[in-house]
């Protein structure tokens, strides 16, 4: 199904390259018969375009380095990795092990016994900190430190049959 997906969006993505090059071979050169009032407009609008790129880029980067990822906030930490394997069932989770130590990377090791699972760890306040997905035949590196002691809890974050609410697992982290 993939090599034939793959075959298929390399001809479509073809015929939309050969639609630009056909435009672009076909249309003249701009002229330049642009009335005053329709120069100040595009003035402004390139002012405007620059405005708003200098407003939002570095807002946008700013946010991103927020993402709940792990990637980011993996090399912050010191001491030893704590390696926790995790697994996915319909509809549980098991860890071997389920206690940390702030201020110590974790490094969780995420896999499925059956179908695909989202393994997503909340703070107290049920905000996300970290997340991966648990599948099957495959195991995900998530590298997350704890930097607060607490109970910490996994639920799964992706639908996975009846009782996939009760996906629910805690963690502890304890002050270093
Ligand atoms: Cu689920």
């Given at each position: 199904m993939q090599p034939i997906a793959w075959q298929l969006s390399l001809l479509l993505m073809t015929l939309v390259a050969f639609g630009f090059a056909f435009v672009a071979i076909n249309s003249g050169r701009r002229q330049d018969d642009y009335a005053p009032l329709q120069k100040r407009a595009y003035r402004l609008r390139t002012r405007l375009f620059w405005g708003l790129v200098l407003v939002f880029g570095p807002a946008m980067i700013y946010t991103l380095t927020?993402?709940?990822?792990g990637a980011a906030r993996a090399r912050t930490g010191s001491g030893p990795v704590q390696v926790i394997d995790a697994t996915g069932y319909q509809w549980r989770w098991e860890l071997s092990q389920d206690h940390v130590t702030a201020g110590q990377p974790v490094e969780f090791r995420v896999t499925s016994a059956d179908v695909n699972h989202g393994f997503g760890i909340y703070d107290a306040n049920l905000h996300l900190v970290a997340q991966t997905q648990g599948m099957p035949g495959y195991t995900n590196t998530l590298r997350h430190t704890f930097e607060e002691p607490g109970t910490y809890r996994i639920l799964c974050m992706?639908?996975?049959?009846?009782?996939?609410?009760?996906m629910m697992t805690e963690i502890r982290v304890d002050a270093r």
């Open positions: 927020d993402l709940p990822y992706e639908y996975c049959g009846v009782a996939h609410h009760n």
